[in-house]
């Protein structure tokens, strides 16, 4: 009979899915997830859980929780009670506060001290990047450098922790030979509430500069706070895993142009499907591009003007194109965090 892992999980995404499928090859995965943003529902939620922990109290080898928050401070306390060891796989949000950009849950004073307690108790705490431990942003204002990462805002916390990769499907996310690029086209994937985090300011602005060029956006709809749209970008909407590859496969270019980003799953996503990379110099995102693309230094509109046109102008983009893909088999494949998530979940 396989041992039981209880996951607790905020919000459902595809690395949660991942982890399920990866986690379900050895172990009798329950799942404990509820709609945590509705925050008049806290208590319940948290009354829920306290039940399914109790009825699997002494039967359960692991919990293990995507992202700290305010689901995650029952668990770690009934981990610790119970001698059931608790890990906190750390994805971005949960270890950032930019309030100036409306980012980060270590900028609500709930959260924080629940995030804050959650890395205190928790056995081990699993980043999905080096940088969501402690990074300096340059980027956003060179006058102005600012840290995150859950170590700068909690010095104090001593809890292990080891980096370990989000792992991405190269079978799926790949190369269409039927599909045919798109000369001078862009992609980019944010929501609403991302516009300027993921810099869609940015590139509504390059669009009014490269006339010839084509810009897409999935996510979302046209935004209502903008206004004077050049007739060359275009707002998707929220598309579907499979949508999302046809555009991966059709655009020559995908934008990275976060303020933050703990690691990029949508940027690999795109260099799986050998979409050339434009990404800005924060966290990891260098990390995942390498020599495989482009990096903008900083959050300025002249800068990337010039590195579109230097993109726009390399003759080596087929060659950049299958670079990229590589780079995400070679250093993201599902198999490493697989094989590093068993080693440390076996040796309990």
Known sequence: MKSKIIYIVALHSSFVDLDMTIL??????????????QKFLMPVFMFRQL????????????IFISSGGNWSVIPVVFGKLFSIPVF?????????????????????????NSCRLS??????????S????????????????????????????KTKYQVIFNGLDEVFWSKDDKAERENKSFFSVFSPNQYILKGGDLIVAMA?????????IAGLKEPPQVSGLSS?????GFLSPGELKAYFNKCQFHFQLSIYEGFGLTLCEAMLCECIPIGSDVNFIPGIIGDAGFILKHRDEGLLEELIRQALQCENKAEL????????????????????????IDGL
């Open 119 to 128: 890395y205190e108790l928790a056995g081990m705490l699993l980043p999905v």
């Open 321 to 344: 194109g299958e670079n990229a893909r590589q780079r995400i088999i070679d250093n993201f494949g599902i198999e490493k965090r697989e094989q590093q998530l068993f080693s440390l």
């Open 51 to 62: 039940r399914v922990l109790l009825k699997h109290a002494f039967s359960t080898k692991l």
């Open 232 to 236: 060359n970008v275009f707002f998707l």
């Open 130 to 157: 080096e940088s969501l431990v402690m990074t300096k942003n340059t980027y956003y204002s060179r006058e102005h450098p600012f840290f995150q990462g859950y170590k700068f805002f909690f010095p104090h916390v």
């Open 88 to 112: 906190i796989v750390l994805n971005g949000s949960d270890c950032a506060s930019m309030p100036f950009v409306n980012f980060g849950n270590l900028r609500k004073f709930l959260m924080r």
């Open 208 to 216: 009014k500069r490269f006339p010839d060029c084509t810009f897409y």
């Open 24 to 37: 379900s090859k050895r172990y009798t995965v329950i799942l404990n997830s509820y709609k945590w943003q």
